[in-house]
């Protein structure tokens, strides 16, 4: 049972860049666990009918969507994005960061990955070509859905 004052864990979605397939195992979830899932995105979203699920619009400009997800979030949240600098923003505020590939963003790797996205940026600024990500397959998928359970099983109930 959560606090008094404190509200129940929930999802949020940085919409924009997440997989189809993965915003799917997230309604099945907020049906099937209860829990409330929120789609933030800077463009009008289709989101099933459910009274746990719900899509933010935010306005277009960078980092909109990432501080609509930051000022809202509580501790114990969960926030899917492939965006490592609010990944960041999320685990200093006490909230859980998964990639849609079922990564958990940690204390102990978000330096890393961010002092790699920043090193891959100047590269391209540089004219380097770096490809972009590998495509999304079933075991990214499946890796997901694992972390989400394991939140989805971690969390207090009501």
């Known amino acids: 049972m959560s606090a008094p004052g404190h509200p129940q864990p929930q999802i949020w979605v940085d919409a924009d860049a997440c997989p189809v397939a993965i915003k799917e195992i997230l309604?099945?979830?907020?049906?099937?666990?209860?829990?409330?899932?929120?789609?933030v995105a800077n463009?009008?979203?289709?989101?099933p009918p459910s009274r746990f699920i719900r899509a933010l619009q935010v306005q277009?400009?960078?980092?909109?969507a990432d501080s609509a997800i930051v000022e809202r979030l509580h501790p114990g949240d969960l926030v899917v994005t492939q965006d490592i600098p609010l990944a960041a923003r999320v685990i200093e505020k006490?909230?859980?960061?998964?990639?849609?590939?079922?990564?958990?963003?940690?204390?102990d790797n978000i330096a890393e990955r961010l002092s790699m996205?920043?090193?891959?940026?100047e590269l391209r600024g540089a004219g380097?070509?770096?490809?972009?990500?590998?495509s999304f397959h079933a075991r990214d998928r499946q890796a997901f859905a694992s972390q989400l359970d394991r939140w989805l099983a971690q969390r207090p109930t009501p």
Do not use: C, K
């Open 117 to 121: 996205r920043n090193f891959m940026e």
């Open 128 to 134: 380097v070509q770096t490809g972009g990500p590998s």
């Open 60 to 64: 277009g400009g960078y980092d909109v």
């Open 27 to 39: 309604f099945r979830a907020a049906e099937r666990a209860q829990v409330q899932v929120t789609l």
């Open 94 to 107: 006490g909230g859980i960061a998964v990639n849609p590939r079922g990564e958990r963003y940690t204390p």
């Open 43 to 47: 463009q009008w979203l289709r989101t």
